[in-house]
């Protein structure tokens, strides 16, 4: 029953991962244009429809908008990107208002509907760049997950001042060995047994 039970909750939680968020939603007929078109082909697709995504590379708030540089990458069947595959280059994407720089962080995923400007060129560092610009219609941050491994947590010796302190407080040993079919107590650490014997005393009457 358990079983049937995760199997049935797993494929719930699948199948609301594998749709996009509301924001992101377009028509189902609608032609979308690729990363790889937008570069080879600006003219031809100029002011057609994207659904692009990635990694913010930077923010620019202007005065009545905020710019982002995007690092592009392939996304998943509900608009995710997919960050452990190679990036396809970089665009820029224009969003009407202020979007606090210290909410969309460098680093965090994004993924937008927009309409395909053109090309502009800029910079990557001191490189110069060319990159796909649209106007944004809907875009979606992304939520930071971060998974401890906790297999990896070490229980690190007593001279903690020079090692970060992950360590348990209450940990239990139990001994293996079986005596007489019981579990025997724990075993203390050995000792020096060669104690010195008490000395006993006789009073001599004379």
Same mark, same amino acid.
């Given at each position: 029953m358990n079983i049937?039970?995760?199997?049935? /909750? @797993?494929?719930?939680? /699948?199948?609301?991962? @594998?749709?996009? =968020?509301e924001k992101l939603k377009l028509e189902d007929n609608t032609q979308l244009v690729?990363?790889?078109?937008? *570069? @080879?082909?600006a003219e031809q697709t100029k002011g057609k429809l994207l659904r692009w995504g990635g990694a913010i590379a930077k923010v620019e708030n202007k005065p009545d908008s905020t710019i982002f540089e995007m690092v592009s990458y392939p996304?998943?069947? &509900? #608009?995710?990107?997919?960050?452990?595959?190679?990036?396809?280059?970089?665009?820029?994407?224009?969003?009407?208002?202020?979007?606090?720089?210290?909410?969309y962080q460098v680093g965090r995923l994004m993924t937008f509907t927009a309409q395909l400007n053109g090309l502009e060129? #800029? /910079?990557? #560092?001191? !490189?110069e760049y060319t990159f796909p610009t649209?106007?944004?219609?809907?875009?979606?941050?992304?939520?930071?997950?971060?998974?401890?491994?906790?297999?990896?947590l070490h229980v690190w010796p007593s001279h903690h001042m020079y090692y970060p302190? &992950? &360590? *348990? +407080?209450?940990?239990?040993? +139990?001994?293996? !060995? *079986?005596?007489?079919?019981?579990?025997?107590? =724990?075993?203390? =650490?050995?000792?020096a047994t060669n104690y010195a014997k008490p000395v006993t005393t006789k009073r001599i009457k004379k």
């Open positions: 049937r039970i995760c199997a049935l /909750l @797993s494929a719930l939680f /699948l199948a609301g991962c @594998s749709t996009f =968020p690729t990363y790889e078109n937008a *570069r @080879s082909n996304l998943t069947s &509900y #608009g995710r990107p997919r960050t452990n595959e190679e990036s396809m280059g970089r665009f820029r994407i224009s969003v009407k208002g202020f979007l606090d720089p210290m909410v060129k #800029g /910079l990557v #560092g001191e !490189h649209a106007m944004v219609k809907g875009y979606y941050l992304w939520k930071n997950v971060q998974r401890i491994e906790v297999n990896n302190r &992950y &360590y *348990r +407080r209450n940990v239990t040993y +139990r001994n293996t !060995h *079986r005596n007489s079919g019981k579990m025997s107590k =724990p075993s203390r =650490p050995s000792r």
